[in-house]
Every structure is written in structure tokens, then in C-alpha cells.
């Protein structure tokens, strides 16, 4: 399984980008996803989640009601649309699936993640 994050990019305080995860080697859409985060000379932290059936979605408190996470299945995506985007958001933004299937509730964990992509840089001006 591979999984690639794309969409970043130099954006001004206050813009808007969306970032999207393409899986590759593997059509499963019984596990949930996520996206996380890691700012230079910090901790990966958890952004957001979506359940397996897309119907339950999770939200770092810094990212509520700012960012939306989606996903198709057919498609075989992830996207994360980001707005309102502050210089805090700055960081390498990563995609990963959650290694349990059928989670109706999505975790905020980094263990309960595996399979992660390489990353795309997110860098927001002031």
C-alpha cells in the first residue's frame, strides 16, 4: 500500500488549500483514514479523522471548524480542505490509514495509524 499527499503550497494567513491522499496498491473501505501533522522540530500530531463510512469525521480542536476531511471510495481518495489557514498550520501534512477495520468512531492516535505517505508541505505566511 502507498499513499501519497499532494495539494500543498506557500499560502497567506487567512487563504484556503486542499490537500488530497492517493492510495495506491490496495481498495479496502473498510478502515478509516487520517491526516496528521509535523511542524519542523516537533511532535507528528493528529489533524483529523474519518470513520470507514465516511460518516463520522474528528477534529483536533486547532483545526475545528476550519478544516473538512472526506473521502471516496471509489476514488480511492482522501482530501482535506483547509481554510481560514493561520502560520501555525505550517508544517509537513501526511495521510495514513487506521490499521483496525470498521471503527465507527475515528482515533486520534498515531499507533492506531500505519501505511504512511509521504508528505506535502503546507507553509502559510503572515
Known amino acids: 500500500v502507498q499513499l501519497q499527499a499532494s495539494g500543498g503550497g506557500l499560502v497567506q494567513a487567512g487563504g484556503s488549500l486542499r490537500l488530497s491522499c492517493t492510495v495506491s496498491g490496495r481498495s479496502d473501505s473498510r478502515y478509516g483514514m487520517g491526516w496528521f501533522r509535523q511542524a519542523r522540530g516537533k511532535e507528528r500530531e493528529f489533524v483529523a479523522g474519518?470513520?470507514?463510512?465516511?460518516?463520522?469525521?474528528y477534529y483536533a480542536d486547532s483545526v475545528k471548524g476550519r478544516f473538512t476531511i472526506s473521502k471516496d471510495n471509489a476514488k480511492n481518495t482522501l482530501s482535506l480542505q483547509m481554510n481560514s489557514l493561520k502560520p501555525e498550520d505550517t508544517a509537513v501534512y501526511y495521510c495514513?490509514?487506521?490499521?483496525?477495520?470498521?471503527?465507527?468512531?475515528?482515533?486520534?492516535?498515531?499507533?492506531?495509524?500505519?501505511?504512511w505517505g509521504q508528505g506535502t508541505q503546507v507553509t502559510v505566511s503572515s
Open positions: 474519518i470513520s470507514w463510512t465516511g460518516r463520522s469525521t
Open positions: 495514513a490509514w487506521d490499521t483496525v477495520a470498521f471503527r465507527n468512531i475515528p482515533t486520534m492516535s498515531k499507533v492506531d495509524y500505519g501505511s
